[in-house]
């Protein structure tokens, strides 16, 4: 299986509210299977809320081929069937502040890409957040390390 694939979710599995403050029924992304509005996200990846405790699956992460890993699912715009994303915790923690480096970007880019999506289409990939070189621009934490 690869570490990056499409995957289809049926319509009542799609609209689930989110798991820390129950907002909405959208298609909101996932975090080991569980919906996490934006908002709820963001104080996640600011460590304002609770952190995640997940037990990690014995695959190989999409960034940097390392084992034990987190499935996040996202929904591109535009496509009906959804993109999940076998990724070890720090590569999860990177994509949710959205502070991956160039190389794990590019990674995740061009695997999508081989799968006919955009980067931009995926929501914490969007060219809003990371130059044409991969480099961070808007991460949740302003740090430099
Ligand atoms: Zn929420
Ligand atoms: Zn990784």
Redesign the pocket.
């Known amino acids: 299986m690869n570490s990056l694939r499409l995957i289809t979710l049926d319509g009542h599995a799609m609209f689930a509210p ?7 029924q959208q298609r ?1 992304d996932r975090i080991a299977g569980k919906p ?6 963001e104080a996640l990846a600011r460590g304002e809320a609770p952190p995640l405790v997940e037990r990690t699956e014995p695959r190989v992460c999409a960034a940097c081929a390392r084992r034990g890993t987190v499935a996040f699912i996202s929904f591109p715009l535009d496509h009906a069937q959804a993109v999940e994303i076998d990724l070890c915790p720090d590569h999860l923690r990177g994509l949710v502040a959205r502070q991956l480096g160039p190389h794990a970007y590019f990674q995740l880019a061009r695997q999508l890409h081989t799968l006919g999506i955009d980067a931009d289409d995926i929501f914490l990939l969007h060219g809003a957040f990371y130059d044409e070189c991969g480099r961070a621009l808007r991460p949740a934490l302003d740090t430099d390390e």
């Open positions: 989110c798991c820390r403050c129950a907002k909405g909101w996490y509005c934006p908002h709820c996200q």
